[in-house]
């Protein structure tokens, strides 16, 4: 089980990536009359393709709402979502062997597991669910006018366009639709994913992700702080090993003559001159767009041969992972990104 709880949301999912169903519970949510059609496109952005880069596993992936009638949220709502495509058996040579870079290793100092099938709870699968409230919380944002983009900015070495570099419109990014996450180099990075699965292998990306029209004001100081909520929805997303907004690490081999972001009046409304800071001062908005990067490694399942344990025999042993994994689990972490910052924005608007 894992919860979330804010402070007007508070959210609950329970499941594991080869339990019958996986099963999320929200507290709080605003009376809201969702399009199902809209949930369901988005969603699919996140389920597994066709493509090369995407595991074969194919889930369904439709949620099934409880205590919600015709689309209206008024209250408190359930939503599960049934696991059909399983294969355990693929995982019955790793009993009692962490696979490197996974949760495994950890799991089994927690709970003594040994049986690591599916990366149980730790699995990814479980942003299904996540993605089904992420979807229904940008919906609310754009009712208000407030709308969630993200998409590949790199993808191992290949770099595409970013939001350091150019301005880049709301427009532009949905007009990707279910198509490539990437505003440019797709081709370029779509070889970089074959090419690591081809050699077995598996490759990391960073993600850029801009919210529009955010109004000035929300969040608050040190452990209110905006950055603070939202880095922890994003982090809560499995594969995720950095976040920073704005320029982030790149002003810390600067100087503050250079990144400040110099305030000016124009038709008198006041501006900013740059958005080193991505939006956000002191924990709070500033009115201009948020913009954020994160970096996702790379999915620890490769076949490749890997150096382990084996926690019976206490033995050191190789072990070469079968199953159906993603060569790159940032594309289908896009979506999951803008669910992270959907939640955490209702969270803090409806304070």
Not at 222 to 227: A, I, K, M, S
Request: aromatic content about 8%.
């Amino acid at each position: 089980m894992s919860i979330f709880k804010g402070k007007n949301l508070s959210v609950e999912i329970v499941g594991e990536s080869h339990s019958p169903e996986m099963k999320m519970t929200v507290k709080g949510f605003p009376k809201f009359l969702y399009d199902e059609d809209k949930l369901l496109a988005f969603m699919g952005r996140r389920k597994a393709s066709s493509s090369a880069f995407s595991t074969p596993r194919k889930e369904d992936d439709i949620p099934i709402f409880e205590n919600v009638n015709n689309c209206l949220i008024d209250g408190d709502f359930s939503v599960i979502i049934k696991n059909n495509n399983v294969k355990s058996k693929d995982y019955n040579s790793l009993y009692g062997k962490p696979r490197p870079s996974h949760a495994d290793y950890a799991w089994h100092l927690k709970d003594g597991a040994l049986d690591f099938k599916g990366g149980g709870r730790f699995s990814a699968r479980l942003t299904a669910v996540y993605s089904v409230l992420g979807g229904l919380c940008k919906e609310y944002l754009e009712s208000k006018g407030i709308f969630i983009g993200a998409y590949l900015q790199s993808v191992g070495k290949v770099q595409g366009k970013s939001y350091r570099d150019s301005e880049i419109s709301f427009s532009e990014i949905e007009s990707l639709g279910n198509n490539f996450p990437s505003l440019s180099k797709a081709s370029e990075m779509l070889n970089e994913i074959e090419n690591a699965r081809l050699n077995g292998d598996s490759v990391g990306a960073v993600s850029e992700v801009i919210v529009y029209n955010l109004p000035a004001g929300v969040g608050d100081n040190l452990f209110e702080g905006l950055e603070g909520k939202i880095s922890n929805l994003i982090f809560s997303i499995p594969a995720v090993k950095g976040v920073e907004f704005g320029s982030g690490f790149e002003m810390s081999g600067s100087y503050g003559s250079k990144v400040n972001d110099s305030l000016y009046y124009e038709n008198g409304e006041v501006k900013l001159k740059s958005n080193n800071n991505g939006g956000i001062n002191g924990g709070i908005s500033n009115g201009f767009n948020l913009t954020m990067r994160v970096a996702f490694k790379p999915t620890p399942s490769i076949s490749i041969e890997q150096d382990t344990v084996d926690l019976i025999t206490k033995e050191n042993v190789k072990i070469k992972i079968e199953g159906r994994h993603d060569a790159c689990v940032a594309v289908r972490g896009v979506p999951c990104l803008e669910s992270a910052v959907a939640i955490a924005l209702v969270d803090e608007i409806l304070g």
